[in-house]
C-alpha cells in the first residue's frame, strides 16, 4: 500500500501540459557542471559493485558512471528515446512517463541498485515510485538519488519549488521511509569547479544526495 504523503497542491507545476512533449527533442547537454559530475561518479565508484545488476532511472544520454568498472547490467529508463539510445553505458532501455504511470516494468528483487540523478524534482508521484523501487531491489541493494539546485522550473512540483536545499533532502527521506525504507543517509557538500576558478575557490553546484538501502530481512 502507498502511503501518500504530499498533498494535492504540492504537485501541481507550473506547466501541466504532458510531460513527454516537453522531453520529445533530445537534449545532448550536461544539466550538472563538472564538480558535480566528478563527486557523483567518485560515490558510484565506492558504493556499486561491479556485480551489480544497475537500474538508471530518468536518465539520459550520459550515466556518469566510472568508466573503468564494467557491471553485470545496466538498465536505463528515461523519456527521450534517442537520448537513451545514445548512452554507451546501457544494455536495454525503455521510456515511460512516471507521472502518468509509475509500474516499473521490472520483476521484483532484479537489480542491486538504482540510480536517480536530476529526476526526483520532477516526480509527481514520488510515493508509488519509492514502493516501486523497493519492490524491485534485492535485499541489500541501495538507491542514491542525487540532485542539485538546478531544474526545469516549469516542470518541477510546487513542494519542489518553495523548498530549500535541506527541504529537497528531508521530503525525499520522508517518501522513502513512509514507504517502508529504513532511514536513508543524507549528504550536502559543496562542490568546486576544475581549473582556475575552482583554484581561486569558486563554487561550483552543491552535490545533494539521498543514499538508501532496502533491509536484507
Not at 524534482?121 to 538519488?145: D, N, S, T
Not at 575552482?198 to 533491509?215: E, H, N, R, T, Y
Amino acid at each position: 500500500m502507498v502511503v501518500q504523503i504530499l498533498r494535492e497542491l504540492d504537485r501541481r507545476k507550473l506547466d501541466a501540459s504532458d510531460d513527454g512533449l516537453f522531453y520529445a527533442a533530445p537534449r545532448f547537454v550536461q544539466h550538472l557542471d563538472a564538480g558535480f559530475r566528478a563527486r557523483l561518479t567518485q560515490l558510484y565508484r565506492q558504493r556499486i559493485p561491479a556485480c551489480a545488476d544497475v537500474l538508471d532511472l530518468m536518465t539520459s544520454w550520459v550515466s556518469h558512471l566510472p568508466e573503468e568498472i564494467t557491471y553485470q547490467s545496466v538498465i536505463g529508463h528515461g523519456l527521450n528515446a534517442e537520448e537513451l539510445q545514445a548512452n554507451p553505458r546501457l544494455d536495454r532501455v525503455w521510456v515511460q512517463n512516471l507521472n502518468t504511470n509509475q509500474a516499473l516494468p521490472l520483476e521484483s528483487a532484479s537489480v542491486d541498485a538504482v540510480l536517480i540523478t536530476a529526476g526526483w524534482q520532477y516526480l509527481q508521484q514520488p510515493e508509488a515510485i519509492a514502493a516501486e523501487l523497493l519492490r524491485i531491489l534485492r535485499p541489500g541493494g541501495q538507491l542514491i538519488v542525487a540532485f542539485s539546485n538546478r531544474m526545469f522550473a516549469q516542470k518541477a512540483p510546487q513542494i519542489w519549488l518553495e523548498g530549500s536545499d535541506q527541504d529537497h533532502l528531508e521530503i525525499v527521506a520522508r517518501v522513502l521511509v513512509a514507504q517502508g525504507w529504513p532511514q536513508p543517509e543524507l549528504l550536502a557538500e559543496p562542490t568546486r569547479p576544475p581549473g582556475p576558478l575552482g583554484w581561486l575557490g569558486g563554487q561550483g553546484d552543491p552535490f545533494l544526495a539521498v543514499i538508501a538501502c532496502k533491509s536484507l530481512a
